[in-house]
């Protein structure tokens, strides 16, 4: 059973930092790009951060470049997004994914496969 599961989430004050983390499981991804996603209520799922499988060339959304960093272990089979200065507006459920193998890295969530149950992220003001 192929499983992805995020942790690392909680509350912090602004300015704060938080490391998330993603453990896949039932088989490897060396080959699929992967990323991290988030959603607050009311608001569609929107892209993060994405790593490509080999190359380790990683991408963000515009607004996240500078605070946020990708990294992957692909011998130990996770995802890492470290996040700096927290704002109230990165408040949020993240969540970890994974893409098809050998396909490019995808800003669009439905070109993902696998899913984690998502880690909630709070940041206070």
């Known amino acids: 059973q192929v499983q992805l599961v995020e942790s690392g989430g909680g509350l912090v004050q602004a300015g704060g930092s938080l490391r998330l983390s993603c453990a896949a499981s039932g088989r490897t991804f060396s080959n699929a790009a992967m990323g991290w996603f988030r959603q607050a209520p009311g608001k569609e799922r929107e892209f993060v951060a994405a790593?490509?499988?080999?190359?380790?060339?990683?991408f963000y959304a515009d607004s996240l470049k500078g605070r946020f960093t990708i990294s992957r272990d692909n011998a130990k089979n996770t995802v890492i997004l470290q996040m700096n200065s927290l704002k109230p507006e990165d408040t949020a459920a993240y969540y970890c994914?994974?893409?098809?193998?050998?396909?490019?890295?995808?800003?669009?969530?439905?070109?993902?496969?696998?899913w984690g149950q998502g880690t909630q992220v709070t940041v206070s003001s």
């Open positions: 790593t490509t499988a080999s190359s380790g060339r990683t």
């Open positions: 994914a994974a893409g098809r193998d050998y396909y490019s890295v995808s800003y669009d969530p439905r070109e993902y496969v696998y």
